[in-house]
């Protein structure tokens, strides 16, 4: 820690370079490994690999309480647990327990689409209206028909691209 000038550039070069090096060393699948490491079984068919959860030093109220936060209280409940390089642990469950699915029902869903943010703290997202193929007179004919005076009253406003509706969230006054 210094106060000069200098040694503070010197030493945020530094980092910078080295970050920028080990950015692009990931990008290799060799460095990646060293970097990053490799996916790890932490549970296979309900059943707790111990030497892996040893090895990650994971202890096993660390990994019970992951599975709950997940939803999972029960290892039965589990097909694979994997520890990800990001540091995440991915649950699959089994089949007979996941939630049922469209695909599963034979059911094809409507388009949702994305919804992207047209004003945020009271000010218009005027490339996000150019997105979703929109311009600053729809949007206000979307807050006169909401009845908002003001833009400034709006914290947040979303719109979906292929929708023709925009959904407020207005301060309270």
């Known amino acids: 820690i210094s106060t000069k000038v200098k040694p503070t550039l010197v030493v945020l070069t530094v980092l910078v370079i080295l970050y920028l090096l080990f950015s692009k060393m990931s990008l290799n699948q060799f460095f ?12 296979k068919h309900g059943k707790i690999i111990e030497e892996n959860i040893e090895s990650e030093s994971i202890s096993l109220i660390q990994l019970t ?15 694979y647990a994997i520890l990800e390089p990001t540091g995440e642990v991915s ?65 947040y406003a979303y719109a979906i691209d292929e929708k023709e509706d925009v959904v407020f969230n207005i301060r309270e006054q």
């Not at 939803?71 to 097909?79: A, S």
């Open 65 to 79: 309480a992951m599975l709950r936060v997940n939803g999972y209280p029960k290892l039965e409940d589990i097909e």
């Open 91 to 155: 649950i699959l469950p089994k089949s007979e327990v996941r939630g049922a699915t469209l695909s599963d029902l034979n059911i094809k869903p409507e388009y949702e689409g994305l919804p992207i943010g047209v004003i945020i703290d009271g000010k218009v997202q005027r490339r996000n209206l150019q997105i979703i193929n929109k311009d600053e007179e729809w949007l206000n004919g979307k807050l006169k028909e909401e009845g908002i005076q003001n833009i400034k009253d709006v914290i």
């Open 32 to 43: 990646n490994k060293i970097l990053l490491g490799r996916p790890t079984i932490l549970i």
